[in-house]
């Protein structure tokens, strides 16, 4: 009998041990917390090298076009530049009715009517530089993230691959990194996820008008969100972790 009631006792505190041992405490949920505050600083950053190397060679595009009159060599000088920019595919000139004009990737340039296109229609109406929502390229068939900035009556667009725009975080399985437009509106993500991160930037894009970062749970799932605002660019850096559900959180918005 004793034998019996030694081995049940053996047997609770080891079940007990191990169940203490797989429950995280808190400076294991505030380590994993501080880890995403990193990763979108990290991600900022990342977003921000592109983001000047296309500022700066959209305004050298509209030198060259403005001093070179020989298509040929327009397109070389537009190749050279498009290689100094971080995921760039190409740079593109677009004239004041829409029609593309030079293409860095293709020389002859295709006869294509662009006026349609929202970032060319966003670029008309700033003065600024404009990060266009991804959309998917007419003769590629692949998809981009138009960096955009109006010279006089042309325009210039940075053809560059979706997640440039982000660190990708890839030692993480359970983090995303996004760069969102300053109405909240999702410019890319990756991982790509089709619908609980989506909906939850959408629920909490009203708290990102300066830096910040809340713990939600969302559905079954607790999360840690960090934003950094960028000082010089539209754009806003997100990273997200999932955390273990005994975090403490901040938000409820199931």
């Given at each position: 009998m004793k034998r019996i009631l030694a081995v049940i006792a053996l047997t609770t505190f080891l079940v007990g041990s191990a169940s203490a041992q797989e429950v995280p405490n808190v400076e294991e949920i505030n380590s994993l917390i501080d880890e995403t505050?990193?990763?979108?600083?990290?991600?900022?950053?990342?977003?921000?090298?592109?983001?000047?190397?296309?500022?700066?060679?959209?305004?050298?595009?509209?030198?060259?076009?403005?001093?070179?009159?020989?298509d040929r060599l327009v397109h070389t000088e537009l190749r050279r530049l498009e290689t100094g920019v971080p995921g760039a595919r190409a740079i593109l000139v677009i004239g004041p009715d829409g029609q593309l004009l030079h293409d860095s990737y293709k020389?002859?340039?295709?006869?294509?009517?662009?006026?349609?296109r929202t970032y060319f229609k966003e670029a008309i109406a700033a003065s600024d530089l404009v990060i266009g929502e991804q959309v998917i390229g007419r003769t590629s068939g692949s998809s981009f993230v138009p960096i955009v900035k109006r010279h006089k009556d042309l325009t210039f667009v940075a053809v560059t691959a979706p997640f440039a725009l982000v660190d990708l975080q890839s030692e993480c399985g359970d983090c995303w990194s996004l760069a969102l437009k300053e109405d909240g509106t999702i410019v890319t993500m990756f991982p790509p996820e089709s619908k609980i991160l989506p909906d939850l930037i959408k629920r909490t894009a009203?708290?990102?008008?300066?830096?910040?970062?809340?713990?939600?749970?969302?559905?079954?799932?607790?999360?840690?969100?960090?934003?950094?605002?960028?000082?010089?660019?539209?754009?806003?850096?997100?990273?997200?972790?999932g955390l273990p559900d005994t975090a403490a959180v901040d938000v409820d918005i199931n």
């Open positions: 505050t990193q990763s979108a600083r990290i991600n900022l950053l990342a977003a921000e090298r592109m983001l000047f190397a296309a500022d700066q060679a959209l305004d050298h595009a509209a030198v060259i076009t403005s001093s070179v009159t020989v020389y002859p340039v295709l006869p294509l009517d662009l006026s349609d009203n708290r990102m008008k300066s830096d910040g970062s809340i713990v939600i749970r969302y559905e079954h799932s607790v999360f840690s969100v960090v934003w950094r605002k960028s000082p010089d660019f539209p754009l806003i850096s997100v990273s997200v972790r």
